[in-house]
């Protein structure tokens, strides 16, 4: 069973940067696509970022396109998001989740797509 752990979150200024990382481990893992979601107080839970188990293929959320980026190391066990020009709208609880991806460049954005999900990790962005 794929188990994640996520980590890097904290408190930050409007503007500053932040890189989360999630690590991965268990079975046939390197064949995992990936993604990142995030739950604000009161909110659902939101789409972030999307990554292939190759890791070519990526995509964002319109509202952290352009700031975001999401990238696997080349062994594939460990997931990023690097966080730039972070605003207070930024500010959830941030989970990344795996799921057994069908080809090499497939990404997914539902939730329900998901099989495997980390503990989470508090991003807080004051103004």
């Known amino acids: 069973q794929v188990q994640l752990v996520e980590s890097g979150g904290g408190l930050v200024q409007a503007g500053d940067s932040l890189k989360l990382s999630c690590a991965a481990s268990?079975?046939?893992?390197?064949?995992?696509?990936m993604g990142w979601f995030r739950q604000a107080p009161g909110k659902e839970r939101e789409f972030v970022a999307a990554?292939?188990?190759?890791?070519?293929?990526?995509y964002y959320a319109d509202s952290v396109k352009g700031r975001f980026t999401i990238s696997r190391d080349t062994a594939g066990n460990t997931v990023y998001l690097q966080m730039n020009s972070l605003k207070p709208e930024d500010t959830a609880v941030y989970y990344c989740?795996?799921?057994?991806?069908?080809?090499?460049?497939?990404?997914?954005?539902?939730?329900?797509?998901?099989?495997?999900w980390g503990q989470g990790t508090q991003v807080t962005v004051s103004s």
């Open positions: 989740a795996a799921t057994y991806a069908s080809s090499s460049s497939s990404w997914y954005r539902q939730a329900h797509e998901y099989h495997y």
């Open positions: 990554i292939s188990w190759s890791g070519v293929n990526t």
């Open positions: 268990g079975p046939t893992f390197s064949r995992n696509a």
